[in-house]
């Protein structure tokens, strides 16, 4: 008996051990394998770029960081984006999306809204509460109680960007010579909302500024473009959107349906968005949307924010991100669009956030002018805030 009980013993033992190793090693393990950045030489960047860098407001609208474990106020080693590598890469504007789903199997074409969730799994392994180990709405609230506890301990590295006066604010303190940093809350997809139309109050009293109304897969919203359906916005998807409207929200349609997109484009008049993507006669995959239907977006008065990977670029150097820019200025015109790196958002990317000047470098060298630059690295960006952000 006292063999049978020994071996209990141990055999918990060696869980107990098991499980803190899983939540000590893992995750980081996990991120380093999801969120790469290619080794590579120091890229090279002229006097001239290295100048007109620092004068630029730079804006990123989709970065995952969040997500992981990481606390972004200490430079890492691993990942893509932190406040210290923002600094260092003269980044001024960031918005951080909250992934609160994600399917196992995930792909461009097709996936299942039943299919097994990646997130439950990191959420326990990262040691999230327990709150947010099955409820959406309680991940989105938990990343931003992240942001806001980075905030609190560092008040003067970066400010959350709420409002109009928020962004101002920062502007003119940039503009005194300060360096500080501006981040604003979004969301990869409506399901965050878990259904319930009230949730919507709480992230924005959370301070989420945008969202998206899908990711990789169908929801209570609308058909996905990476689903199954195909669809358009249901009735719940209409009452988000104009909800969200109301609220002064900005509606991002990356990774939504082209018949979402379609739908809410007949049912808005506002600027809308597509936070981070390709040009599809520059790079062909179904992950970026058909040309036409990007025209149609940008005539919103809208965006679209350039990605930094090899699946939306077909070339995810510096200078392969650079050329997709240009495509995009002569599909769409200069002043729609601006920069959505998707940084750690499980891509693998040739650059991370300390390395902006290279970008700049490619954008001279590619024959942009400096004014040019100017709206594509953050102009637009802070633009269409101004005019979308609630008072």
């Not at 995930?106 to 039943?114: G, H, V």
């Not at 991100?321 to 040739?350: F, M, N, P, Q, R």
Request: negative net charge.
């Amino acid at each position: 008996m006292r063999i049978v009980k020994k071996g209990i013993l141990t055999i918990l033992a060696l869980a107990v051990l098991g499980l803190i190793a899983f939540w000590t090693f893992a995750p980081a393990i996990v991120e380093k394998g999801k969120n790469a950045v290619k080794d590579h030489e120091p890229y090279p960047v002229s006097d001239r770029a290295a100048a007109l860098h620092e004068t630029l407001i730079i804006g990123d609208w989709h970065a995952d960081s969040l997500l992981w474990n990481r606390d972004l106020l200490e430079r890492g080693d691993y990942g893509q984006v932190d406040f210290p590598r923002m600094a260092e890469g003269n980044a001024a504007i960031q918005v951080f999306t909250t992934v609160t789903k994600s399917p196992v199997g995930l792909n461009y074409e097709e996936n299942s809204a039943d299919a097994r969730d990646n997130i439950t799994l990191l959420a326990f392994g990262q040691l999230w509460p327990v709150r947010t180990w099955n409820s959406r709405i309680e991940r989105a609230l938990y990343q931003s109680e992240k942001l806001h506890n980075f905030q609190a301990r560092e008040p003067n590295f970066f400010r959350i960007i709420r409002t109009k006066s928020d962004l101002e604010s920062i502007l003119s303190d940039r503009a005194d010579g300060s360096k500080i940093m501006g981040a604003m809350m979004g969301a990869e997809g409506g399901h965050a909302l878990d259904g319930d139309i009230a949730n919507l109050d709480r992230m924005f009293d959370a301070g989420f500024r945008v969202m998206g109304l899908q990711h990789f897969f169908d929801n209570r919203l609308g058909g996905s473009l990476h689903g199954i359906s195909n669809a358009g916005l249901t009735e719940f998807g209409r009452e988000v959107v104009n909800a969200m409207v109301a609220k002064d929200m900005i509606i991002d349609l990356a990774h939504s349906s082209p018949q979402v997109a379609a739908d809410v484009l007949a049912m808005t008049d506002v600027p809308l968005i597509v936070s981070h993507t390709g040009v599809h006669g520059h790079c062909e995959t179904k992950r970026n949307y058909p040309d036409a239907l990007m025209k149609q977006i940008v005539e919103t008065g809208g965006l679209i924010g350039i990605g930094y990977w090899e699946e939306v670029t077909c070339n995810d150097s510096p200078m392969g991100v650079a050329a997709t820019i240009t495509s995009a200025i002569d599909l769409l015109g200069v002043d729609h669009v601006s920069l959505g790196s998707d940084y750690d958002g499980s891509v693998e990317t040739a650059f991370d956030i300390s390395e902006l000047a290279a970008l700049t470098d490619e954008l001279l060298k590619a024959g942009l002018s400096d004014e040019d630059i100017a709206k594509v690295m953050g102009g637009n960006m802070v633009r269409l805030l101004l005019a979308a952000l609630p008072d």
